[in-house]
Antibody, heavy 116, light 112 residues
Framework: EVQLVETGGGLVQPGKSLKLTCATSGFTFSTAWMHWVRQSPEKRLEWIARIKDKSNNYATDYVESVKGRFTISRDDSKSSVYLQMNSLKEEDTATYYC???????WGQGVMVTVSS | DVVLTQTPPTLSATIGQSVSISCRSSQSLLHSNGNTYLNWLLQRPGQPPQLLIYLVSRLESGVPNRFSGSGSGTDFTLKISGVEAEDLGVYYCVQSTHAPPTFGGGTKLELK
């Protein structure tokens, strides 16, 4: 059974950092391209980052609004993908999901609230 | 970025009724490789989104065949032939032909 479990969310002040982890199992993680997608409190979905596999040099891509602030990475030995979020803004408040490349498997999501 | 516009924003239906949701794109979603990367997702209350249809019309494994997708270029439609109670929730179209991937605003399906 495919499982994706996100952890690391919480309440953080503007300008601070947070690192999300997505632990996976049940599929061949090392060859999977992975995404992070977030959902705002208004339920709008926004793709924010993608990381390719080793054969594609772990290439990354980001939505413009998080470029330079967020970093996606992976550890194939732990079947995990990460999202390092720096310089957080109130508009980053959302539920963050990790998902597989085809959007066919999703985690349950983790809430991030940026507020003073 | 590609803008996906879904209509209607809210849809009221009775059990057994057939309904359709439209997704219109600001650009053609036909990729240079011949594929059209337009998917449909369903998000039930309190759950993450679930993939229903990919590549416009291909049914994801395990999804009931009362769901169907159609369209080309910039106009796409999701049809539910005989709504069941478990179909209630918010439907989203999403494109990945053009970077970055973008989502429609959602269509909420509720019981009349």
């Amino acid at each position: 059974e495919v499982q994706l479990v996100e952890t690391g969310g919480g309440l953080v002040q503007p300008g601070k950092s947070l690192k999300l982890t997505c632990a996976t199992s049940g599929f061949t993680f090392s060859t999977a391209w992975m995404h992070w997608v977030r959902q705002s409190p208004e339920k709008r979905l926004e793709w924010i980052a993608r990381i390719k596999d080793k054969s594609n040099n772990y290439a990354t891509d980001y939505v413009e609004s998080v470029k330079g602030r967020f970093t996606i990475s992976r550890d194939d030995s732990k079947s995990s993908v990460y999202l390092q979020m720096n310089s957080l803004k109130e508009e980053d408040t959302a539920t963050y999901y990790c998902t597989t490349y085809r959007l066919d498997y999703w985690g349950q999501g983790v809430m991030v609230t940026v507020s003073s | 970025d590609v803008v996906l516009t879904q209509t209607p924003p809210t849809l009221s239906a009775t059990i057994g009724q057939s309904v359709s949701i439209s997704c219109r794109s600001s650009q053609s979603l036909l990729h240079s490789n011949g594929n059209t990367y337009l998917n449909w997702l369903l998000q039930r209350p309190g759950q993450p989104p679930q993939l229903l249809i990919y590549l416009v019309s291909r049914l994801e494994s395990g999804v009931p065949n009362r769901f169907s997708g159609s369209g080309s270029g910039t106009d796409f439609t999701l049809k539910i032939s005989g709504v069941e109670a478990e179909d209630l929730g918010v439907y989203y179209c999403v494109q990945s032909t053009h970077a970055p991937p973008t989502f429609g605003g959602g269509t909420k399906l509720e019981l009349k």
